[in-house]
């Protein structure tokens, strides 16, 4: 491993000259006599003057809109702050903006062997049929639209049409359990579905039919279903039932774009909903276009004519986030299926024939790549690739290295953390500054984030509770059927009145980079030292009989902790006193005595949620004797399973 201090990639001067990023600078200096000597700099001004800051994104990307705004924003504090009003605009509008008959718009690709092109001309005659259709139903701006479908390119066409219209949209993957999309769609009583009759999945099909029966009963307010499937079926749902093919079939329609309010609703995305009914987050069609432009264009350095790719479901808020790809005049690589079927090359694989500029990923995947001993290099040299993404966990400072070493040595690795809450990244990208391992390269410009410690106060270097100290316009503009946002306030603001609480621990470095230590509401605390559950995993990855692994610390009276360690262990590999051992040994040496476990526990499984994430706070709350029903809504788990370990061993720790 290189020293802390040592960049693994350091950007060229004529890379920098290119950015996006620079050139922004460049025009902030030409039109506002504004100059900044470094990243830093530019940074500080776009958090000291929000309302400037975010009115030059507005002139810079000379977005389209009706009316006059008195004001950037109304001047109240978060969570009452409101942006631009007096104005109307759509995102769908800024998207076919861009459109181009020399390029695709979208590149599909499956893992049964399909690959499909839909050119521009194509993706308007489809978009403006299913809106047609859509107003055929009687669909108006602010009616939800939702979908049950994988990522393909009908997803994309569909929210299109829907957000051309004014629609609000919303979607939850087909792998997700019934009771899960009932809970979502529910809430929001949606006028249209959208939906897959089955998907497929590590080689295998799966059929939906009946489950989707089941929702379409429990949404009374469905007025109309429109089927994704190849042949007309026998089965009769209760409401009308409109083919995907006969939908589109409006050949003369045309493409309109109805401009709404800067904050009214683009889509409706969900907590995880482990511990209770998914908080249903309402996203505004301006914020969101404004943060997409900006974090797009100046934090992943997409361009105009690259190919850009995410792996990922429709049920995870980074399927919404890269069809920003789309407003920077990308073509938008999409691919359906296992990421390691038949094997883990598939996606690499994929991105060399592709001719990928940007790929996109989980961490998850990127440390699964590497306990494997995946080697990308052998099958491709990468030649078009100038960034590698990851998020949705915590990217190790091994895995880092193992990209530089295994992928491309000049590869850009933007890791970057955000979330749902704000469809984006707080902290990532720079291609103006080197990349360290293990660090997130920088703060998001207009991010105004800080590590508070005990006290309260900011910290650098130092571990702290992560906070956002002046609004962004791609919060929340509420939650659905919250009464006087007594959840969104609960949920952001209790902690820290006024300082929106993201609920992760974090250490702002000294290179001005971000290390995301794990959720704050897992933590491990040992005497009093906040242990980040990240550091746990990342020393791990370097056990290579450990396959993946979860820790918790309870608390216990008299002040007391425990503190366990689940390990699933590599097929054929049993944890002796000897692993046990060497898995003390690397995390004593590689952090400190107090990362050490009290217990290494095997277990046959890991509890994940459907977005990817380690389900540790459940694990928690059923070791503490919290009924399993009220600790985790087992609908919104990939495995829920793994927890029968769990409850049966918080059975024998009760008095």
Known sequence: MLPSNVPLWTPSQELIEQSNLQEYTKWLADTGDLRFKDYH???????????????????????????????????????????????ALSYAENVFKRRSPSRPAIIFRSESGTRKETSWQELTEDVSSLQHQFRVFGIEAGDRIVAFMPGDAEATTA??????????????????????????????????LIATLNYNYGGKTFDRTTILGEIVGALPSLE???????????????VKTVYWKDALNHKNASLDFVRVPFSHPIWILYSSGTTGIPKAIVHSQGGILLEHLKYGAFH???????????????????????????????????????????????????????????????????????????????????????????TGSTLPAEAFLWIYQNIKSDVWLVSMSGGTDVCSAFVGGNPTWPVFAGEIQCRALGCKLEALDEMGHPVI???????????????????????????????????????????????????????????SDATLNRGGVRIGTSEVYSALN????????????????????WMPLFVMMQDGVQLTDAVKEQINKTLRTTYSPRHVPDDIISVPDIPYTLSGKKSELAVKKILLGIVPSRAVNTGVLKNPGSLNFFINMATGLRP
């Open 224 to 238: 109309a279903l429109i089927l994704v499937a190849d042949e007309p079926m026998a089965q009769v749902f209760t």
């Open 159 to 192: 929210f299109l049409a829907a957000n051309a219209l004014g629609a609000v949209w919303s979607c939850c993957s087909p792998d997700f359990g019934i009771s899960a999309v009932i809970e979502r769609f529910s809430q929001i009583e949606p006028k249209i």
């Open 461 to 519: 270097d130092q571990v702290g509770e992560m906070v956002i100290e002046k609004p962004m316009p791609s919060m929340p503009v509420f939650f659905w059927n919250d009464i006087n946002k007594q959840r969104y306030r609960e949920s952001y603001f209790e902690l820290y009145p006024g300082l929106w609480r993201h609920g992760d621990w974090i250490r702002i470095t000294t290179n001005n980079g971000v290390v995301v230590l794990g959720r």
């Open 41 to 87: 700099a530019l940074w500080q001004w776009s958090v000291t003057n929000t309302d400037q800051f975010w009115e030059s994104i507005l002139r810079y990307f000379a977005l389209d809109y009706d009316g006059v705004y008195a004001s950037v924003t109304n001047g109240m504090p978060m969570p009452e702050t409101r942006w631009f009003e007096g104005i």
């Open 542 to 561: 370097t056990v290579r009989q450990v396959k993946d692994a979860l820790i918790v610390c309870l608390e216990r009276s008299g002040g007391k902790f």
């Open 300 to 390: 992943n350095d997409f361009r105009e004519g690259e190919k850009c790719f995410w792996f990922t479901t429709t049920g995870w808020m980074m399927w919404n986030y890269i069809h920003g790809c789309l407003l920077a005049g990308c073509t938008l690589v999409l691919y359906d299926g296992s990421p390691s079927y038949p094997d883990l090359t598939v996606l690499w694989n994929m991105a060399g024939e592709e001719e990928l500029q940007h790929f996109g990923t989980s961490a998850s995947f990127i440390t699964a790549n590497m306990n494997q001993g995946i080697a990308p290099a052998q099958i491709s040299r990468f030649e078009s690739l100038r960034s590698i993404s990851a």
